[in-house]
């Protein structure tokens, strides 16, 4: 392989990578057996570059986010890997230093709004917190900033709304208050877990723009998790794809929504029905994504994959580059 | 094909607003105005026999509120229901049984919506019996071969519905709803709670069934990209009221409505080159409990004129078929 110059060894190399996850493994050791939520995934985020990961739910996209926030619920455990966020492993920091690195550095908008923000605390006292805690202002400047962020992300009358608590908020309000807390101390990075989901279209496209406002404001890295094809399509760089813990595809947008090479990515792209022509019948991935207590032998996907052959369902395919920034985990690539 | 199996008039339904006993008696001390959600606001709409009617709107908007009220799952508040023909907005509980077979419903969440205690193929049964299609044997018959037409196996008629995965789940509501052989399915967003290499099986399924039995779908969903594929007419709600309603077609490449238009540009399109003209609204959905005087939408319309804030506009015909409600269609003074 090439060698690039220090600090960029990505094949997206024009950027300073920010994050680099090396083959995280987060497990969770539950009665039944062990759910293997992340296995082995490799990604990296250059400086203000957004990566979307896609994948079906229970792939293990929220669990990679929250190990990246090392916020893995019990009885989950981060076993093995590194996460470089600008040159430091943030797996080795003691609790502490990861506590100044969370909100400050990187910070997460979650997939449920609800479970962010306490309900016991009025909305400013919320985000006033965090900025008191990360950048050490009084009371009174952390209420004034805590106000300029609500008016930043949209919400009418923010003096006020200030003063409400989070169940006085509708669903889209509550989403923007947990935006405007993620981005209050200006974090290099930004993980966005279904940010918009919940939302309504209208809503939605409003809290798009106001991401790609701040990102040009800021040039924060953002990763955004979305089971959508049409949100990456909009507003990311570059995608991981994942399956059952695992990443088969990476690359950028624009190479991996034009000529999608693992089985699993073209199916994901055949069956949105916009693609389709109306009234037609939509192309289907057969099958069901795997138990998590019983993994498939060899290639993940092979049970439902129309081209499995034999080794499939003995040799595990490893995460490949098989053309200039396209990695894929497929033996049709051999 | 023109013929009507449903007409809706001038449909209502409120909500009374549940306060707990001491609003209740503070109310009747001090005369407090009893609040209530104007879920649907006056909807008229029909559907045409061997359709899909596609509802979009936003969460909230009143969608299932209708469809419930349309096969009287819930009691409107005031205006008609004519199904085939006859009105069944005023009939009595006993007097509806015999429509009950006709109109069935899919849920959107397929876990709540089966009962974990009973094996499908007895629920299958019961549902036969309980309509007086077939009984005892034959029913269990019949159960494992309705099975089969949604795609699942004989074999599981001895199963419970938590030995199933999402999308079969929804199969299984499928299979239920279509079991009496109905004429008319209210399919309250029943693809999206699934991921979406499930969605697409699902919905080739519902389309497949719909030629197979000649059925009539209300098609109700927030997704764009679903109701722009299944539909072949479309109405789009806001706030409780219909603003806009015509052929997919007319509704996705000439949308009147502000509302519409801003809906339709804010499908993500899965297309990295593709170019967006997104209308980006300003503010909220409104409450339902206060919806804006004049027209609901005046708050958040771009094009917003003095007259919307006072005066509601009425639906016109805009062209064949294709009614909008928004009086940038009205001349200055008419209406
Ligand atoms: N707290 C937990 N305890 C046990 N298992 C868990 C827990 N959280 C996640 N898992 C398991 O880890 C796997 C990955 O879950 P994860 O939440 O990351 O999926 P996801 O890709 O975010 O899905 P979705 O699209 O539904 O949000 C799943 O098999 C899930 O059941
Ligand atoms: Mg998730």
Known sequence: MEVHPAGSDSFFYEKRNLLRIENLRTYFFLEKGTVKAVDGVNVEIGEGETLGLVGESGCGKSVTALSLMRLVPYPGKIIDGSILFDGQDILKLNDEEMRKVRGKKISMIFQDPTAALNPVYKVGEQIAEILQLHEKLSKAEALKRAKEMLDLVGIPSAQDRLEDYPHQLSGGMRQRVMIAMALACNPKMLIADEPTTNLDVTIQAQILELMKELRSKFSSSIMLITHHLGLVAEMCDKVAVMYSGEIVEYTDTKTLFKAPKHPYTQGLLKCIPTVTGRLQSLFYIKGSIPDPFNLPSGCRFHPRCPYAFDRCKTEKPELKEVAPNHKVSCHLYD | ?335
């Open chain 2, 1 to 335: 094909m023109s013929e009507m199996l449903i007409q809706v008039k001038n449909l209502v339904k409120h909500f009374p607003v549940e306060k707990g006993i001491i609003f209740y008696l503070s109310s009747k001390i001090f005369k407090r105005e009893e609040q209530v959600v104007h879920a649907v606001c006056d909807v008229s709409l029909d559907i045409k026999k061997g359709e899909t009617l596609g509802l979009v709107g936003e969460s909230g908007s009143g969608k299932s509120t209708l469809g419930k009220c349309i096969i009287r799952l819930i009691d409107p508040t005031s205006g008609k229901i004519i199904f085939d023909g006859t009105d069944i907005s005023l009939l009595k509980r006993n007097e509806l049984r015999k429509y009950r077979r006709k109109m069935q419903m899919i849920f959107q969440d397929p876990f709540s919506s089966l009962n974990p205690r009973i094996s499908v193929g007895n629920m299958l049964k019961r549902m036969l019996e309980l309509h007086e299609i077939c009984e005892g044997k034959e029913a269990l018959n019949r159960a494992k071969e309705i099975l089969e037409m949604v795609g699942l196996s004989r074999e599981h008629t001895n199963r419970y519905p938590h030995q199933f995965s999402g999308g079969q789940k929804q199969r299984i509501a499928i299979a239920r709803a279509i079991a009496v052989n109905p004429d008319f399915i209210v399919a309250d967003e029943p693809v999206s709670s699934l991921d979406v290499s499930i969605q697409a099986q699902i919905l080739n399924l519902l389309m497949e069934l719909k030629e197979r039995f000649n059925l009539t779908y209300l098609f109700i969903s927030h997704d764009l990209g679903v109701i722009k594929h299944i539909s072949d007419r479309v109405a789009v709600m806001y706030l409780g009221k219909v603003v806009e309603r015509g052929s997919t077609e007319d509704i996705f490449s000439n949308p009147s409505h502000p509302y519409t238009q801003a809906l339709i540009s804010s499908l993500p399109i899965p297309d990295p080159e593709a170019k967006r003209d997104r209308i980006i609204l300003k503010g909220e959905v409104p409450s339902s409990l206060k919806p804006p005087e004049g027209c609901r939408f005046h708050p958040r319309c771009p094009y917003m004129m003095e007259r919307c804030k006072k005066i509601e506009p009425k639906m016109i015909e805009v062209s064949k078929d294709h009614y909008v409600a928004c009086h940038l269609y009205y001349e200055e003074n008419e209406n």
